[in-house]
């Protein structure tokens, strides 16, 4: 087979870089995709949803989907958003957003300004489509046109103003209100080596989220109540952050905004549909305490939790001594992993470190320290809040309260049959009146 001549071939056709999709083609290949099969993927991931020369099809939103190619779209557009990513070595600034028909709403991304704003109805000829975060996106390149479109009503609100509580992962262009509750400046090692940028906590009326300014603004300080218009949205370890660009701006407001000081309740179900929350609160009752919990070991280095001695990322270590709970919790809608760092778990515990050492010591087992932890909790309903997280290994709660419930029905069964006595049920009543 010859790579090479495929791989020129594609790289003519697609306008990038021949050593690139050489390099991407033998990726594939070395895992037995066919050549076609392969040739069809590159092309997606750079725009060309794989039908080469293909003539233009027209679709509506909902029936534009990653196999297809060279698609025409009518719709609004509700949101554009500017930003600068680094693709083949240099910094290269896209626009991208939402457009929508009455049939849905589909991403965009822009590779070059093509005059249109939120509010506009347009048709989008030869974009390609590819896939992101397992949803179809339209391309829009070189090759794409744009024209303007008779205006069109979608049920679906133009220009981005959302609420923290709506934000999802993925979401481009957008505007928000918010007070700045939590604010620190750091240096980390970025794509041009060591870069200052801002990170804290943002709140309103629904929620809270963290956030990332990577172009630090005087502006955002804790206690600051800003509108910031054209953010995009990063899931950032499993729950949704909101990120500022160079092209974000960033307003005083005259007036407060109001943070909620409550985190959203939800059930255990409906929590993890959402994929993952940041300040949310469930109630359940924890039904088992998971292995791992107690008295732990960690990695000086990491922080992971070391078996024997080892870490897996830094081999044979002198590990620390930790506390941790790993509870499942179930309300009948469904279940997660409560996770309680050391604090936490001693409350729970009811001593710290030292006190869980010595119990160990004195029984020659460290599993007593699990124990005693899963005879105060299991059985019992909890409040538990703090920020979800949802991948495929399950939902993990890491717990910032973990609080027992005053009116724990198994408690207020107790204390009502200690209020009934030994009186049978059926049998006479206290007044000694007759039972209907």
Request: proline fraction near 4%.
């Amino acid at each position: 087979m010859d790579v090479d001549k495929h791989a020129e071939e594609l790289a003519s056709a697609l306008g990038v870089d021949k050593s690139e999709v050489r390099s991407d083609l033998e990726n594939l290949l070395q895992y037995s995709v066919p050549i076609e099969e392969a040739k069809q993927s590159i092309r997606r991931k750079h725009g060309d949803g794989g039908g080469g020369s293909a003539e233009p099809v027209s679709l509506d939103v909902a029936e534009v989907t990653p196999d297809k190619s060279n698609v025409t779209v009518t719709g609004k557009v509700l949101t554009v958003g500017r930003r600068t990513i680094r693709y083949q070595g240099e910094d290269v600034e896209i626009r991208e957003g939402e457009l929508a028909d009455e049939t849905g709403v589909i991403s965009y991304t822009a590779w070059q300004d093509f005059g249109f704003e939120p509010g506009d109805s347009i048709t989008v000829g030869n974009a390609g489509v590819r896939e992101w975060d397992g949803q179809p996106e339209l391309n829009l390149g070189e090759n794409t046109s744009v024209a303007v479109a008779d205006d069109l009503e979608v049920p679906y609100e133009v220009g981005g103003e959302s609420s923290l509580i709506d934000l999802e992962p993925g979401d481009r262009g957008r505007t928000i209100e918010v007070r700045v509750l939590e604010m620190e400046r750091r240096t980390i090692d970025g794509r041009d080596g060591e870069t200052e940028i801002l990170s804290g906590e943002v709140g309103d009326e629904t929620g809270r989220l963290p956030f990332t300014d990577w172009s630090p603004r005087a502006e955002i300080e804790p206690g600051a109540d800003l509108r910031i218009e054209d953010v995009y949205v990063r899931e950032f370890r499993g729950v949704p952050s909101v990120n500022l660009s160079e092209f974000t701006t960033v307003t005083p407001l005259p007036e407060a905004v109001a943070v909620r000081e409550d985190a959203p309740q939800l059930s255990v179900g409906r929590a993890v549909e959402t994929g993952g929350m940041y300040d949310v609160e469930v109630v359940g009752t924890v039904i088992q305490l998971r292995d791992g919990s107690g008295l732990i070991e960690r990695c000086p280095e990491c922080g992971r939790v070391v078996q024997g001695g080892q870490c897996r990322s830094h081999g044979a270590v002198e590990a620390e001594d930790d506390l941790r709970v790993k509870a499942i919790v179930d309300d009948g809608t469904g279940t997660l992993t409560a996770i309680l760092g050391t604090e936490l778990t001693a409350e729970v515990y009811g001593g710290g470190i030292e006190e869980a050492k010595s119990a160990a010591r004195d029984a020659m087992d460290k599993e007593v320290v699990a124990a005693e932890i899963a005879n105060r909790i299991e059985g019992r309903t909890f409040r538990v809040r703090g920020n979800l997280s949802v991948d495929d290994y399950g939902a993990n709660l890491n717990a910032e309260a973990f609080e027992p419930v005053a009116d724990d029905p198994a408690e207020e069964a107790k204390a009502a049959l200690e209020r009934l006595g030994s009186t049978p049920v059926g049998g006479p009543a206290a007044d000694g009146g007759e039972r209907r």
